[in-house]
């Protein structure tokens, strides 16, 4: 690896191709293959300390993102969404991978101190996750079918052996998680403390002590903002928008906390700022989001305190006032 400037560098992804851009350079992407090989070559002559952008791409991002990491260079993982917007408001003509590729170089050097810096799951923490996403379409399935029953009562029967067969394959997608998460070094403990949170079951808790083991953040309201349940002000001169929910994080950890304040607001503990929230006019679901965020506060502090459970008296004690 040679001696050269750090470089800003966009990595344009696709299943069998990367189109990188160096930020600075002139003329069009590199276009290589999405192999080992491949990538192994390229990196031999990048700058050591290199910033590289790439875009969350399902699978087909993880190959150069973890060989680039390891290779030393600083990872950024960036919103697709994020990077829509970005490119219709520099490139707003064209799309194509060079473009796009160009995109994120500029974007990273631009906007590279504010970014999170990515690192590579461990196997563990990549199996619980994938569980979680395949427990979570298991659930869907099997509540469209209840639902299709319903709507059908004739036919309800014909699902049955259907609905059993994803109760039982939720019930050992449980059993396989339960297993990894005593396999991780440190995690069992931590996570049987999150589970003392009003609200924070198997499934919640193993996703929320899934993050943190795997990211560090500098405070509550970065991993709320990590998660996408921080409200965005809409706000211009004298007019005061109506605040929705950034949803910028994992769909799927917002929705199992949804599920954990629903759980939460029928405990004495969560009772106070629940009827807070709705006395204050807010609706059911703005209420329990504000629950949800309360839970995560809680789950952090904890976290981050060894030893520490959930006190429900201090909860009680404190201002029943939306987080």
């Given at each position: 690896m ?31 293959k999405?192999?080992?090989q491949?990538?192994s070559?390229?990196?031999m ?16 991002h ?8 390891n ?25 194509t991978?060079?473009i ?15 970014l ?18 395949i ?5 869907s ?11 059908s ?20 997608i449980?059993?396989?998680?339960a297993v ?11 996570y049987?403390?999150?589970r ?15 993050i ?10 970065a ?41 939460a ?11 807070a ?47």
């Amino acid at each position: 690896m040679n001696d050269e400037i750090s470089q800003f560098i966009g990595i344009d992804v696709s299943k069998d191709s990367l189109s990188i851009f160096v930020w600075g350079q002139q003329g069009n992407s590199l276009e290589i293959k999405n192999t080992e090989q491949a990538i192994s070559n390229w990196l031999m002559n990048v700058p050591a300390g290199s910033f590289i952008g790439l875009e969350s791409t399902g699978r087909y991002h993880k190959l150069a993102a973890s060989m680039g990491y390891n290779a030393g260079m600083t990872i950024f993982l960036l919103q697709p969404r994020d990077m829509s917007n970005y490119r219709r408001s520099v490139t707003p003509r064209s799309k194509t991978d060079n473009i796009d590729a160009q995109v994120l170089a500029r974007f990273v050097a631009m906007e590279h101190k504010n970014l999170r810096l990515w690192k590579p799951s461990t196997k563990e923490q990549e199996k619980i996750d994938d569980l979680l996403r395949i427990r979570a379409l298991c659930s869907s399935s099997r509540a469209k079918l209840a639902m299709a029953g319903k709507e059908s009562p004739d036919t309800s029967a014909l699902l049955d052996d259907l609905a059993k067969t994803f109760n039982q394959t939720i019930a050992q997608i449980d059993k396989a998680m339960a297993v990894t998460i005593k396999s991780i070094t440190g995690l069992t403990e931590n996570y049987k403390r999150l589970r003392t949170v009003s609200g924070i079951g198997k499934v919640s808790g193993a996703g929320i002590a899934n993050i943190l083991a795997h990211y560090e953040f500098r405070n509550a309201d970065a991993l709320i903002g990590y998660v996408g349940l921080d409200p965005k002000p809409v706000e211009s001169g004298k007019y005061r928008g109506r605040r929705r929910l950034s949803k910028r994080g994992p769909s799927q950890i917002r929705w199992l906390l949804y599920l954990a304040s629903m759980a939460a607001v029928k405990k004495e503990a969560f009772k106070p700022l629940y009827k807070a929230s709705i006395d204050k006019g807010l609706s059911r679901t703005a209420a329990l989001c504000i629950v949800a965020r309360k839970i995560l506060r809680i789950a952090y502090a904890i976290w981050n305190k060894p030893g520490a459970i959930f006190d429900p008296t201090k909860l009680l004690k404190s201002t029943p006032l939306p987080a």
